[in-house]
């Protein structure tokens, strides 16, 4: 059992923080680095990068909606063209200060509404790929088991990759609960260490309904951006450890 795990980090912009990023390097193997869009700022992917290429945590570009007043959590109908030369734009502003700080992007997690929409929107998912492809084809996509992307990312030769949120709540077919619905997001420590080991170990998850869901991946996310995000993600980390699952980047 060989698992990655996630976070989204570098969500700070100018004198506002959030989360601590440090300390979540210090636990996962893979970080999301905010790329401007929704959160982030140069001075902060500068740092994130350094500290992440400092610790051999790989760097994924966590493209997203121009939409830093809603943090990239609402929807936009955007044409193909301009959502695709937006996701270029922040792949490669990312990758350049990440190989300025020594090390470089090697795959791309779309970010909240994006990530959502490109579940289940061949036309935006294909905008999203098609950047990808533009950028580098053999940067691998993180998308849910399940979602569109693998087919359109499949045409195009770009990889993806599966994965699942420990702190998440799922509905009955498989997708994430909407944020505003009570519930989507889990606090307790125990709960969410306790569906990252189910997820790693028996390939499933609880829905919201109480039934199991089948849910294979290779990477598990835990978000940097929740209260008490530090403990939580340690909590998930020890409890896949003991569990005898190898924590490595997919990358």
Not at 129 to 156: M, R
Not at 169 to 176: N, V
Request: net charge negative; glycine share 8%; with cysteine.
């Amino acid at each position: 059992m060989v698992i990655d795990l996630n976070a989204d980090l570098g969500e700070g912009y100018g004198i506002w923080r959030l989360g601590d990023d440090l300390a979540l390097l210090d636990i996962v193997t893979s970080a999301n680095v905010a790329c401007g869009f929704h959160a982030g700022d140069p001075v902060t992917i500068r740092r994130t990068c350094a500290a992440a290429v400092d610790r051999g945590v790989a760097i994924g570009a966590q493209v997203s909606y121009r939409d830093r007043a809603h943090f990239g959590r609402r929807e936009m109908d955007l044409e193909p063209e301009e959502l695709c030369a937006e996701v270029l734009y922040q792949l490669a502003a990312v990758d350049g200060i990440a190989r300025a700080m020594g090390g470089r992007v090697s795959y791309v997690k779309p970010h909240g509404a994006l990530y959502n929409r490109i579940c289940r929107d061949e036309v935006q998912a294909g905008a999203v790929i098609d950047a990808v492809a533009d950028y580098d084809p053999t940067l691998p996509v993180l998308t849910l088991p399940g979602s569109v992307v693998h087919e359109v990312a499949a045409v195009a030769g770009v990889p993806t990759v599966n994965e699942a949120f420990a702190d998440r709540a799922y509905t009955p077919a498989g997708m994430l609960v909407p944020r505003r619905e009570p519930g989507a997001v889990i606090h307790d420590a125990v709960v969410v260490a306790a569906r990252a080991r189910q997820m790693a170990v028996e390939g499933s998850v609880t829905a919201s309904d109480g039934s199991s869901v089948q849910l294979v991946a290779r990477s598990i996310c835990v978000h940097g951006d929740t209260p008490d995000a530090v403990r939580l993600a340690q909590r998930v980390r020890d409890a896949l450890l003991a569990a005898g699952v190898v924590l490595q980047a997919f990358t």
